[in-house]
């Protein structure tokens, strides 16, 4: 019987001091068996008279071939090992303290936000994270464009931190896509189940909630109750005098709800002269447009699940004032609407009628 011989594949030869690639026990059980390392100190025992020569793992690979990779590229770029090890956490926790002593409550929200969204990295090393990891982290955050681009911005911000750092040479973040901005057009009202999950949000003390059904109860612009000073407001009347945009939308009168008038009453309480302050920072100052829409709005949006822009709490007073059979001519003075008749007839609508309008809507179902 003739003996078939079986050649046994040449391992490659590294150069001295380039390091070392080596199998751990026969692989078998081991879904990266190969090990790459680099020599590290050499640690002496005075009482025994011996040296012995310490040794630095770079990390666990598939195949020899990765292995042998990996240490190539150390050599190229010789990293800090102990940055290699860094975890996503790690480098968050160093990166936050460096940056939220120089940002806003806001901003430090939405950023604490998308990082309790990355749970599943939060233990892996930063150097062994691809597009891919994030891709499925993006994937199960069920959140539109804002959320998910909030995300993202996170993850950009920790590999810039990382790259300066030399814990990564790529930002991997860079390569993951988002949801497209929805259109305009398909714009629609904030279905009943989630106004709901608002409310049940204000049980919670969650002040975006209570700023979201203010708007959604009286169909302000976002600027305008931002803007809006406190000497404009009548808790007693139920009215706010606000407004901008249009000659009809100009300092008029906008009755308060009965359901959201504790949430005024609560910010007219606070510091300062106006209506919603910043939370950080001056309390003579309101809060910005940018800072409600991205930080706020998108944060309360992942907290409910739901991906509506800030333009959908107008569009849902229309919508909630049309079902309640208010009529046109009165929803249209409430919102600011400019039309060839309604500024000459608007003094002919006493804040009796207004709030009698308003009061048609549902409040808070039981």
Same mark, same amino acid.
């Given at each position: ?24 026990? $026969? ?62 956490? $790690? ?276």
């Amino acid at each position: 019987m003739e003996k078939t011989s079986r050649k046994r594949k040449r391992r490659m030869r590294l150069p001295p001091g380039m390091g070392s690639v080596h199998k751990i026990g $026969d692989g078998k059980n081991r879904r990266k068996p190969w090990r790459a390392r680099v020599q590290g100190p050499v640690e002496f025992d005075e009482k025994a008279g011996t040296a012995t020569q310490k040794y630095i793992t770079i990390g666990y690979y598939e195949t020899e071939e990765q292995a042998i990779e990996a240490l190539i590229e150390y050599r190229k770029n010789p990293y800090s090992l102990e940055a290699s090890k860094a975890t996503f956490r $790690d480098v968050y926790e160093a990166w936050s303290e460096r940056k939220y002593p120089a940002t806003s409550t806001e901003n430090e929200r939405g950023y604490r936000w998308a990082y309790e969204q990355s749970k599943a990295l939060h233990h892996r090393r930063m150097r062994d994270l691809r597009a891919a990891d994030f891709e499925m982290v993006m994937l199960g955050v069920k959140v539109g464009f804002s959320m998910q681009n909030r995300l993202r911005t996170l993850w950009s911000q920790m590999y810039k931190y990382a790259m300066e750092n030399d814990i990564v040479e790529k930002n991997y973040a860079q390569f993951v896509t988002t949801k497209d901005k929805e259109p305009e057009s398909t714009r629609t009202a904030i279905a009943r189940e989630d106004i709901e999950k608002l409310w049940k949000e204000t049980d919670e003390g969650d002040r975006d909630a209570k700023l979201a059904l203010i708007f959604i109860y009286t169909g302000m612009r976002a600027t305008e109750l931002l803007e809006m000073k406190k000497e404009s407001v009548d808790l007693t009347g139920r009215m706010m005098v606000g407004g901008k945009k249009t000659e009809a939308g100009k300092n008029r009168r906008i009755p308060i709800h009965n359901a959201i008038l504790p949430f005024v009453r609560e910010l007219m309480a606070t510091d300062g002269p106006w209506l919603v302050p910043r939370e950080k920072g001056s309390a003579n100052k309101p809060m910005a447009y940018s800072t409600w829409r991205h930080i706020h709005w998108d944060r309360l949006m992942g907290q409910i699940g739901a991906t509506y822009t800030t333009h959908y709490t107008r569009h849902t007073f229309t919508t909630m004032m049309k079902e309640a059979e208010v009529a046109d001519d009165i929803i249209k003075v409430i919102l600011g609407h400019s039309t060839k008749d309604i500024t000459a007839r608007y003094t002919h609508y006493s804040d009796d009628l207004l709030l009698e309008s308003i009061d048609k809507l549902p409040g808070r179902e039981e």
